[in-house]
């Protein structure tokens, strides 16, 4: 996918030139993941970055992270098998 962003709208946006299109893309990762739209797997590789680093991000972002209790549920299951 290619997203298309005028140069009018490029040029007004207040990022480092230098580290615009990995800014960009790590803040539409938190904003898709914020919405559900996207894991956070994805998200961390959508940013080129490991899952605890994402978390990372979120902590920085001040984001909560999109945990269910079913979710909860299922790691505690799963945490039970390694035991």
Do not use: H, T, W
Request: glycine fraction near 4%; include cysteine; hydrophobic fraction near 45%.
């Amino acid at each position: 996918m290619l997203l298309f962003i005028s140069e009018k709208v490029e040029n007004a946006l207040k990022l480092p030139e230098k580290d615009r299109e990995k800014e960009l893309l790590m803040l539409l990762a938190v904003k898709l993941y914020e919405k559900g739209a996207i894991s956070l797997g994805k998200a961390a590789e959508m940013c080129g970055m490991n899952s605890r680093a994402f978390l990372a991000l979120l902590a920085r972002e001040e984001m909560c992270l999109n945990y269910d209790e079913a979710e909860l549920e299922q790691d505690l299951k799963n945490r039970e098998s390694f035991r």
